[in-house]
Every structure is written in structure tokens, then in C-alpha cells.
């Protein structure tokens, strides 16, 4: 997803397009621009933008010939302070971070280094688009906004660009079927979203744009004359996405193959001014399996389609062979702060899963705020057997969003044994099992150990009268309510 002229101003500085970047695919066989030649790794100008060649499939046109100016500059409302020129002689390199930490796949140009701490340039425009497919980023977004946070913090300007048009097409990359078809409700309804999600992460210093407010009013007529025409169909036919789909036995749709027509036509900027692309990794397991699942689907970033807890929970998870890389990559700690915890993970008195509650912890501060920690830590405390964490049911009812529960009536618990409610509960398949397990001492009420298999549940066992929590070892729990 991409930018139109229109919305960059003269004198405003450069713009960066940021996208994910498949590691081991080289930049000539996924072109970060659609509309780039393999050649084309030097800064973009409007006036001798893509220049043809046998992998360019635009052809020489000059800027006016691609946009109206009746165009609003939507830019106009990006405001930096007279003092812009004088912080960039003092503004950290980003892109030099983002090489630091692992976070840089490839740039177009090397002259993008240079001009993000160049005092004679203004702060960059940075942006990252996203398709509205669902109603909530998944955690695959996530570094694209990372990205655009460093970006941020290093003094640029960051652009969060939603695809409310690309959107109504589909990207056909990675896909073997063409996506379901969105209706406008439900597009709106997933734009919403993803623009909450992009304000809350990126706080004040930040623009969100919809580049279905510049395609809306593009006619078929329009289209053909002012892009399509400029389009080489051979290039097109070249794209590693489209050449799998032909191959396959549903094929291909015109509109899935226009997909590359809407993303490359807005990356073209006004005589005078710098483009540059910029790359970074996908977010990958040590295996080389994408990390971003769960047993329960997509790790989302809005609480409403999963909670802090369980966001929290999935990092404190991860492998020691991947928490440091993470840390570089996840998290805006020191470079220094992760090479002392890495060197802890080294000796024998370090403490199990220490990098991994620091990395579940400034992820999740990161993407639901100071609340959504605490959050995460009073129900991660609630739930560890053992915890001192005195249970009330408004708790239990926040915490059993996330883990089983079933409903059992007064009398199938208040001084039924525990053996029995443990396997009415569903907790164990059988009263032998659940036996076993309370010699083994791994059964707990409330996250209080039962020790006596002949422990019946008394009345002041149920909290507030309203039900109560069992648990087998550290992980397996359900929650009871009293129906």
C-alpha cells in the first residue's frame, strides 16, 4: 500500500515505504515497489520514474501525467516546528538501529542512511500500510509497527496507511484461493479497528491515512488511461504470486491481478523529492515456521479479540533459543540491557523464563499500555497454583475469558469431594487420575494445595458463593461456576 504524490509536500522532507519482507527472497524476485526494475536501487524521482527495462512493468512517464491536481494535500496537515533542521544534526541513525537489532532486510538506496541524520534534511516521512482483512493487526503486523515506532522515536514522522481500497481487492500473495470478498460494512468495521489499534500504539506523533479516499472516485475509464496504460503486462506475469496462482487449478481473477496496478500507482512522488524503500524480516521461529500462532488461531493485538493475559502468556512462552532475538526485535530495551540478560541465561544460578517475563512484559506494555500490563500480571499472579493472590470473583470472571469453564449446581459441588468435582469439572477424565495427581500434591482449589485426597468442597471453598477454580499443575485450570 502506498502513498499518492498529492499527499507530500514540497519542501516536507523525504518519504520511506516500509514493508515486510520474506527472508531468502531476493529483492529481484519480490520487488518491494511493483513498479520497480531490478536496477532501480537509487532514490526515485517523479520526472524519470521508472525507467523501462525487461522487469519494469511501467513504463518512463512524468508526474503530471499520473495525477490530478485536484487532489487535496493530505500532507498539509502534518506540521513540523521551525527547529526540525536543528534536532536532525543530533537524531540517532534508524536505520543504522534497525541494522543492529535485526530489523533491516534491505533498502533501495544507501542514501536513505545518510539522509536519516543529515542536518540539511528534514525529517522523513515514514509509512506502512495495512490491509483491513480483519478487525484486529495480528501479531505478523506488529514489526512493521515497531518499525515505524523507531522511526518515530528517532525524530521521523510516522504514516500508518490502512488499505480501505487495496482491501476491497485482496492481495494475492502467499494465497493459493482468492480471498472472500469483503462487504462495506464489514471493511468499515475492520478500518475502525485497525486505526484504534495504530492511535493507540503510536500515541500522539502519528498520521493515519485511507487510501481508499483517493481511489473512490477513480473511474474504470480513469484507471485505464492513467496507469494501466503505463503498465507492462509481461513484468506483471513475472510476479512470483501471479505465476503460482496461473499454475493453479482455480487460476487467477483480473481483479487479483490488478492488486499490483493499485499498490504500485501511489508510490510516485513530485519532481525534487527522494522515495526509498525499506525492508525488514518476517517474523520468524528459530526453526524457520512463522511465529505469530497459537493452538487457538492468530496472536491478535486488540484486547477484545484476545485479552492481555493471554497475549501476555504466549510470549512468556517462548523457546530460550529465541527470547534474545526477540528482545533485539520486540522490544526497545538496550542493546546492552539484552546482552546482560543473555549472559544471565549462561549461569547456573539464573532463574528459568527471566527473559521471557521481561520480553512478555515490554511486548505487552508496548501494545496495550500500562493498564493491559497489569492486566496481564494480576491474572498470570491469580492463576499461578501456590499464588498468594486472594481470589475474588470479579477476578475469576476476568480471568475466565481465557481458560476453560463449566457450570455445575450447588449440590454437585458444596460437600462433594474433590475427586468427584475435579472430574465432573472436566479437569480430570477420571477419578483414578485425579487421585494420582493429589499424592503427587499437584491439586489445587483456589491456587491452594489439596493435600487430603478425602478433602470435600466446603461451603467458604466457593468464592462468594459463586463458584471457584481448580487447578491440575501449573497449567491446566477450569473455572466452576455455581449454577
Not at 515505524?148 to 510516522?158: D, E, K, P, V
Not at 449446581?409 to 472430574?423: A, N, T
Request: neutral net charge; contains cysteine; glycine residues 8%.
Amino acid at each position: 500500500m502506498v502513498l499518492p504524490a498529492s499527499l507530500l509536500k514540497k519542501g516536507q522532507g523525504n518519504i520511506v515505504n516500509l514493508m515486510a519482507y520474506a527472508t531468502g527472497v531476493t529483492l529481484a524476485s519480490r520487488s518491494i515497489f511493483p513498479f520497480c526494475s531490478r536496477a532501480l536501487l537509487s532514490p526515485l524521482r517523479a520526472a524519470s520514474v521508472l525507467e523501462s527495462s525487461s522487469s519494469t512493468f511501467f513504463t518512463r512517464v512524468q508526474a503530471h501525467q499520473l495525477f490530478s491536481t485536484s487532489r487535496a494535500p493530505l500532507f498539509s496537515s502534518v506540521k513540523f516546528s521551525t527547529s526540525s533542521l536543528e534536532t536532525a544534526a543530533s537524531r540517532s541513525n534508524v536505520v543504522d538501529i534497525l541494522e543492529e537489532r535485526g530489523l533491516l532486510e534491505s533498502v533501495t538506496s544507501e542514501n536513505l542512511r545518510s539522509a536519516c541524520s543529515d542536518p540539511n534534511v528534514a525529517p522523513l516521512k515514514v509509512y506502512c500500510g495495512f490491509d483491513p482483512t480483519a478487525e484486529s493487526l495480528h501479531l505478523g503486523n506488529l514489526l512493521g509497527i515497531i518499525v515505524l515506532s523507531w522511526f518515530q522515536r528517532c525524530g521521523h514522522q510516522a504514516v500508518g496507511l490502512i488499505g480501505g481500497a487495496t482491501g476491497r481487492v485482496g492481495d494475492p500473495s502467499g494465497k493459493s484461493l482468492e480471498r472472500p470478498e469483503l462487504d462495506s460494512l464489514t471493511l468499515e468495521k475492520n478500518i475502525a479497528g485497525i486505526k484504534n489499534i495504530l492511535v493507540k500504539i503510536l500515541g500522539g506523533n502519528h498520521v493515519i491515512f485511507n487510501n481508499y479516499d483517493w481511489w473512490k472516485d477513480m473511474t474504470m475509464l480513469d484507471f485505464l488511461k492513467n496507469v494501466g496504460r503505463f503498465a507492462r503486462v509481461g513484468p506483471m506475469m513475472a510476479k512470483e504470486s501471479v505465476k503460482k496462482r496461473l499454475e493453479s487449478e482455480q487460476g487467477m481473477s483480473y481483479t487479483e491481478f490488478s492488486y499490483q496496478l493499485l499498490q504500485g500507482y501511489d508510490f510516485i512522488l513530485q519532481p525534487e523529492e527522494a522515495a526509498y524503500g525499506l525492508t525488514f524480516p518476517l517474523l520468524l521461529k528459530n526453526d524457520g515456521t512463522k511465529f505469530g500462532k497459537s493452538e487457538d488461531g492468530a496472536i491478535w493485538l486488540s484486547p477484545s479479540m484476545l485479552s492481555p493475559y493471554k497475549f501476555y502468556q504466549y510470549f512468556f512462552s517462548v523457546p530460550d533459543v529465541d527470547v534474545i532475538r526477540f528482545l533485539k526485535t520486540l522490544t526497545f530495551l538496550s542493546l546492552d540491557e539484552i546482552k546482560m540478560l543473555e549472559d544471565e541465561m549462561r549461569k547456573p544460578g539464573y532463574v528459568p523464563n527471566t527473559a521471557q517475563m521481561k520480553l512478555a512484559e515490554e511486548v505487552t506494555r508496548f501494545v496495550h499500555g500500562e493498564e493491559g500490563l497489569k492486566e496481564a500480571m494480576k491474572a498470570t499472579e491469580a492463576l499461578r497454583p501456590g499464588a498468594e493472590t486472594k481470589l475474588d470473583w470479579n477476578l475469576i470472571e476476568r480471568i475466565a475469558e481465557d481458560i476453560p469453564t463449566c457450570s455445575l449446581s450447588i449440590d454437585r459441588v458444596s460437600g462433594v469431594s474433590i475427586v468427584d468435582v475435579s472430574v465432573s469439572s472436566g479437569l480430570f477424565e477420571s477419578k483414578s487420575a485425579a487421585r494420582r495427581m493429589l499424592k503427587q500434591g499437584g491439586v489445587y482449589m483456589n491456587n491452594e494445595r489439596v493435600d487430603d485426597d478425602n478433602k470435600r468442597v466446603e461451603e467458604g471453598d466457593i468464592v462468594e458463593g459463586k463458584g471457584l477454580v481448580l487447578s491440575s499443575g501449573k497449567k491446566n485450570k477450569v473455572v466452576i461456576r455455581i449454577s
